[in-house]
């Protein structure tokens, strides 16, 4: 009788390498946001020790309850210390979800977690998070998906968070609505549970198409997706009913409003604490080195995934640097107004101004780095600069800075664009940033401020203006596609 040769299928070392660099990667992911969600909970008790908020819980029901259309900002609403709790526990309820999911934690993962804890500073709560999340479980469990792969989807799709406040608390209302007083109604729950099962099967629909409509070159390509489905609901909840446009919601809060940067110096130190912890942690992680950032840096930042490219300890090494470098512009933009009188005041470290930090380094581990983000950063700088030189010369008034409010959310989103500036160069960059910066203030109105990724949206719309142009007049690119 012959014997039998059992051969056994030994996988490459290369195979197994990448595996095991892989689950590395997706430990440093769960680690790194599970230590923003810590880190966010612990400040906000300093908070309270701090600004002796005696008011905790009133204050985070306010933030609860309450419209939060753009820019409502919490810091105002509610306090610095309520805010970082609802930052807290909605970035915990994400790292849960991460791992009760069994989600092998990518780039696109990370991405969908920065959104929604820097939403928590100006729009997006506890409470109004979770009907368009089960509206993504559900519809993982009609069409037999894996949640798992869906998870960033079901971040992405709190961005119309808004839409579930004013169903709530105001849309059934009517002239019966008052600040402060929140009342609920049946039908505000049914239109609001609607929503949220409705934006769980529409979303993942969009999604594809509108990136291929812009080709990747806008990062944040689920703003163009939400934003024009917010067009289309804004329009039938209140144009074609003939009903007037619900206002964002203000209070007066004359201890908060008294601060002249509002927490310059208490947000300096955290985001330092935060960025100086993540780039020490990166530089350990990477054998004590910053080997490899050179080519991180040369990057084009077009279609390619730093983490699987580089491994998450350099995109640790790059967010830190990255956080540290929004931290000086932001710093020298809030004293601009003191520097040149004629310049309208600005704002400083408010709620959606501490949002937007966590917001533009979203893609930070999948195609954003300083270099080329800066060219967008000189596109608004360019756009100021002309709008200053105009009012000079017909005598008119200088409307605003480049720390107006809308203009810092404006730009923190705007650094989506840098696949621009990597593939087809620095001029090309510091165009796609002027472009944006032209229509910041203007894209909100289109959905009547009920998407909280207005940012992306814009930058979306840009990038629809900008490639035809491009493609028209036969601009190549000047740098090669990473591989």
Same mark, same amino acid.
Not at 94 to 99: M, T
Not at 374 to 397: D, S
Not at 414 to 442: D, E, M, N
């Given at each position: 009788?012959?014997?039998?040769?059992? @051969?056994?299928?030994?996988?490459?070392?290369?195979?197994?390498?990448?595996?095991?660099?892989?689950?590395?990667?997706?430990?440093?992911?769960?680690?790194?946001?599970?230590?923003?969600?810590?880190?966010?909970?612990?400040?906000?008790?300093?908070?309270?020790?701090?600004?002796?908020?005696?008011?905790?819980? $009133? %204050?985070?029901?306010?933030?609860?309850?309450?419209?939060?259309?753009?820019?409502?900002?919490?810091?105002?609403?509610?306090?610095? $210390?309520?805010?970082?709790?609802?930052?807290?526990?909605?970035?915990?309820?994400?790292?849960?979800?991460?791992?009760?999911?069994?989600?092998?934690?990518?780039?696109?993962?990370?991405?969908?977690?920065?959104?929604?804890? $820097?939403?928590?500073?100006?729009?997006?709560?506890?409470?109004?998070?979770?009907?368009?999340?089960?509206?993504?479980?559900?519809?993982?469990?009609?069409?037999?998906?894996? @949640?798992?792969?869906?998870?960033?989807?079901?971040?992405?799709?709190?961005?119309?968070?808004?839409?579930?406040?004013?169903?709530?608390?105001?849309?059934?209302?009517?002239?019966?609505?008052?600040?402060?007083?929140?009342?609920?109604?049946?039908?505000?729950? @049914?239109?609001?549970?609607?929503?949220?099962?409705?934006?769980?099967?529409?979303?993942?629909?969009?999604?594809?198409?509108?990136?291929?409509?812009?080709?990747?070159?806008?990062?944040?390509?689920? &703003?163009?997706?939400?934003?024009?489905?917010?067009?289309?609901?804004?329009?039938?909840? *209140?144009? #074609?009913?003939?009903?007037?446009?619900?206002?964002?919601?203000?209070?007066? #809060?004359?201890?908060?409003?008294?601060?002249?940067?509002?927490?310059?110096?208490?947000?300096?130190? *955290?985001?330092?604490?935060?960025?100086?912890?993540?780039?020490?942690?990166?530089?350990?992680?990477?054998?004590?080195? *910053?080997?490899?950032?050179?080519?991180?840096?040369?990057?084009?930042?077009? &279609?390619?995934?730093?983490?699987?490219?580089?491994?998450?300890?350099?995109?640790?090494?790059?967010?830190?640097?990255?956080?540290?470098?929004?931290?000086?512009?932001? %710093?020298?933009?809030?004293?601009?107004?003191?520097?040149?009188?004629?310049?309208?005041?600005?704002?400083?470290?408010?709620?959606?101004?501490?949002?937007?930090?966590?917001? !533009?380094?979203?893609?930070?581990?999948?195609?954003?780095?300083?270099?080329?983000?800066?060219?967008?950063?000189? &596109?608004?700088?360019?756009?100021?600069?002309?709008?200053?030189?105009?009012?000079?010369?017909?005598?008119?008034?200088?409307?605003?800075?480049?720390?107006?409010?809308?203009?810092? #959310?404006?730009?923190?989103?705007?650094?989506?664009?840098?696949?621009?500036?990597?593939?087809?160069?620095?001029?090309?960059?510091?165009?796609?940033?002027?472009?944006?910066?032209? @229509?910041?203030?203007?894209? !909100?109105?289109?959905?009547?401020?009920?998407?909280?990724? #207005?940012?992306?949206?814009?930058?979306?719309?840009?990038?629809?203006?900008?490639?035809?142009?491009?493609?028209?007049?036969?601009?190549?690119?000047?740098?090669?596609?990473?591989?």
């Amino acid at each position: 009788m012959e014997h039998m040769t059992h @051969i056994t299928h030994v996988p490459p070392m290369q195979t197994v390498l990448h595996e095991h660099e892989q689950k590395r990667n997706y430990r440093i992911i769960i680690l790194y946001t599970l230590f923003l969600s810590v880190a966010f909970l612990i400040a906000g008790l300093v908070a309270a020790l701090i600004t002796h908020e005696t008011a905790f819980l $009133a %204050n985070l029901m306010r933030i609860f309850t309450s419209p939060s259309k753009l820019v409502t900002d919490y810091y105002a609403l509610g306090g610095l $210390a309520a805010t970082l709790f609802n930052v807290a526990i909605c970035g915990l309820s994400c790292n849960l979800i991460i791992i009760i999911s069994h989600t092998k934690a990518n780039a696109t993962t990370f991405a969908g977690y920065m959104l929604v804890v $820097a939403h928590c500073f100006y729009g997006l709560n506890f409470l109004n998070m979770w009907p368009s999340i089960l509206g993504v479980v559900v519809y993982c469990l009609v069409t037999k998906r894996h @949640i798992s792969e869906n998870v960033h989807i079901a971040f992405f799709s709190t961005a119309l968070a808004p839409f579930i406040s004013e169903f709530l608390f105001r849309y059934t209302l009517g002239e019966m609505f008052s600040t402060g007083n929140p009342q609920v109604t049946v039908l505000g729950i @049914i239109l609001a549970v609607l929503l949220g099962l409705a934006s769980g099967f529409v979303v993942p629909a969009l999604l594809p198409g509108t990136t291929a409509m812009h080709r990747g070159f806008n990062m944040y390509k689920a &703003g163009l997706a939400i934003g024009i489905l917010g067009i289309f609901l804004n329009a039938f909840l *209140f144009e #074609n009913l003939g009903l007037e446009s619900s206002t964002t919601v203000t209070v007066e #809060n004359e201890a908060y409003y008294a601060l002249r940067y509002a927490y310059r110096g208490f947000i300096n130190i *955290f985001l330092a604490v935060i960025f100086v912890s993540t780039l020490t942690v990166g530089f350990f992680l990477n054998g004590r080195s *910053f080997h490899g950032y050179g080519k991180l840096w040369k990057c084009t930042g077009y &279609g390619v995934d730093f983490i699987d490219k580089f491994k998450m300890p350099l995109c640790l090494v790059n967010i830190g640097i990255y956080g540290l470098c929004i931290m000086a512009y932001l %710093n020298i933009v809030f004293i601009l107004p003191e520097i040149f009188s004629a310049l309208p005041k600005g704002v400083g470290f408010t709620g959606a101004t501490t949002g937007v930090v966590f917001a !533009a380094l979203t893609f930070a581990a999948d195609g954003q780095q300083p270099r080329t983000v800066f060219p967008i950063v000189v &596109g608004y700088a360019t756009l100021f600069g002309l709008v200053c030189a105009i009012c000079a010369i017909a005598k008119l008034q200088i409307p605003w800075t480049l720390s107006s409010q809308a203009y810092i #959310n404006g730009l923190a989103f705007a650094t989506g664009l840098c696949p621009f500036a990597g593939k087809y160069g620095f001029r090309v960059g510091v165009l796609a940033g002027f472009l944006s910066a032209v @229509i910041c203030t203007s894209t !909100a109105t289109m959905h009547g401020g009920f998407v909280l990724y #207005n940012g992306g949206f814009t930058a979306g719309l840009t990038a629809l203006v900008l490639l035809p142009i491009l493609d028209f007049y036969k601009v190549k690119p000047r740098f090669d596609t990473d591989m």
